[in-house]
Structures are given as structure tokens and as C-alpha cells.
T-cell receptor
Framework: DAEITQSPRHKITETGRQVTLACHQTWNHNNMFWYRQDLGHGLRLIHYSYGVHDTNKGEVSDGYSVSRSNTEDLPLTLESAASSQTSVYFC????????????FGQGTRLTVV | DQQVKQNSPSLSVQEGRISILNCDYTNSMFDYFLWYKKYPAEGPTFLISISSIKDKNEDGRFTVFLNKSAKHLSLHIVPSQPGDSAVYFCAAGEYGGATNKLIFGTGTLLAVQP
């Protein structure tokens, strides 16, 4: 079965360190997304990609970057981790075409100390 | 600028009664709307959706209503069950054929009391 997986599931890092969260999907979807979930804010879009070598900023992109070298993977990098980036991060993918649903990974809980 | 809003952070209902979750949006270009359910320590899972050309979609105990003029949608769960207790996210989609994107609301925590 096709799926979308995130790793690691849990991560603790220190302020100022660079951190990369992995996202891998086997749906062969062109559209991939990173969201963060915070109490009172719901799911906020960080970055997204519509295909290989395409990346776009979402509403909360400061301090984050992504790269898309193939269809399956969209790693999210925190250039210099800050305590404000402590959150739960979700990766998602959507097929092309009309009226399709997004599939989510299990999430990565990141704590910046 | 929150394009998709869920104004009720939480909702508590008795088992067997109706649960009504509400969502408002501001962008008239949204053409597809979805509801997702999320349990703790899991990713959101798709529940039900509705196209902007419809005003109602039903799937078992779940019905979504869309009022385009008011830019409002709601999710009805009848009858509510304890297993429905979760966070529910409303999402609005910008579907460009090849390029699709979802904007999510802030979520509503539903607690169904036995």
C-alpha cells in the first residue's frame, strides 16, 4: 500500500542547531506540504512543492527551508533551531487533478531546548 | 490573515446526540472543502468533503453542508459516539489541476460523553 512516512517521530535539539525532518511518500504525488500544529493555531502551512525542483513559501516559512530533488521526498530543514519552533510537524501529499484529498504522515514532535 | 476559521476551540456533546462543527472561510476562490479528524499522536485523516458546486454531502453518520453565500460550512455527526472524540480540522482547497493546496483551520476538539 502507498503511504507517507516521517522521520524521526520525536526529536530533541538545542537552540541554534540545524535540524532536518524527513518526509517520504510512495503515492507518486507531485504536491507535497509541510505543516506545523500548535495549540490555538491549527495546522499552518510552512512550505510546499508542486513538483521536482519546485518549492514555495507558506504562511510561516521564516527559519525553514525545503528542497525537492525527487518526487518521493521533501525534507524540511530548520537552519538554526529556535524555541519558537518547538511544535508537531506534519508532512502531507495530494494528487494532481480535481477534488482530491491530502494524505498525512504520522507527524514529528520537535522540541528545541 | 486566517483564511479558514473555526471559532469554537472545543465542543462537548452527549453520546447519541448531534454534533455540529462550524467553519468559515474568506477566500471565494476556494473550490473544494474537506474535514479531517485527528487523534492524539496520529496524523490527520480524511473524513468527508464537498465540492463548491454542491450544498450537501452525506456519508453515513457524517454530513457536510456548504453555504457559499455566507462562506460557511458545517459538519454534522449523528448520532455522536465516544469514538468520535478527536480534533476536527476544516480545510479549504485551491485546486489548479496539477497544483493543489489545502489551507486548514484552527481545529475544534470534540468530546463525546458516554
Amino acid at each position: 500500500d502507498a503511504e507517507i512516512t516521517q522521520s524521526p517521530r520525536h526529536k530533541i535539539t538545542e537552540t541554534g542547531r540545524q535540524v532536518t525532518l524527513a518526509c517520504h511518500q510512495t503515492w507518486n504525488h507531485n504536491n507535497m506540504f509541510w505543516y506545523r500544529q500548535d495549540l490555538g493555531h491549527g495546522l499552518r502551512l510552512i512550505h510546499y512543492s508542486y513538483g521536482v525542483h519546485d518549492t514555495n513559501k507558506g504562511e510561516v516559512s521564516d527559519g525553514y527551508s525545503v528542497s525537492r530533488s525527487n518526487t518521493e521526498d521533501l525534507p524540511l530543514t530548520l537552519e538554526s533551531a529556535a524555541s519558537s519552533q518547538t511544535s508537531v510537524y506534519f508532512c502531507a501529499s495530494i494528487d494532481s487533478g480535481a477534488n482530491t484529498e491530502a494524505f498525512f504522515g504520522q507527524g514529528t514532535r520537535l522540541t528545541v531546548v | 490573515d486566517q483564511q479558514v476559521k473555526q471559532n469554537s476551540p472545543s465542543l462537548s456533546v452527549q453520546e447519541g446526540r448531534i454534533s455540529i462543527l462550524n467553519c468559515d472561510y474568506t477566500n471565494s476562490m476556494f473550490d473544494y472543502f474537506l474535514w479531517y479528524k485527528k487523534y492524539p499522536a496520529e496524523g490527520p485523516t480524511f473524513l468527508i468533503s464537498i465540492s463548491s458546486i454542491k450544498d450537501k454531502n452525506e456519508d453515513g453518520r457524517f454530513t457536510v453542508f456548504l453555504n457559499k453565500s455566507a462562506k460557511h460550512l458545517s459538519l454534522h455527526i449523528v448520532p455522536s459516539q465516544p469514538g468520535d472524540s478527536a480534533v476536527y480540522f476544516c480545510a479549504a482547497g485551491e485546486y489548479g489541476g496539477a497544483t493543489n493546496k489545502l489551507i486548514f483551520g484552527t481545529g475544534t476538539l470534540l468530546a463525546v460523553q458516554p
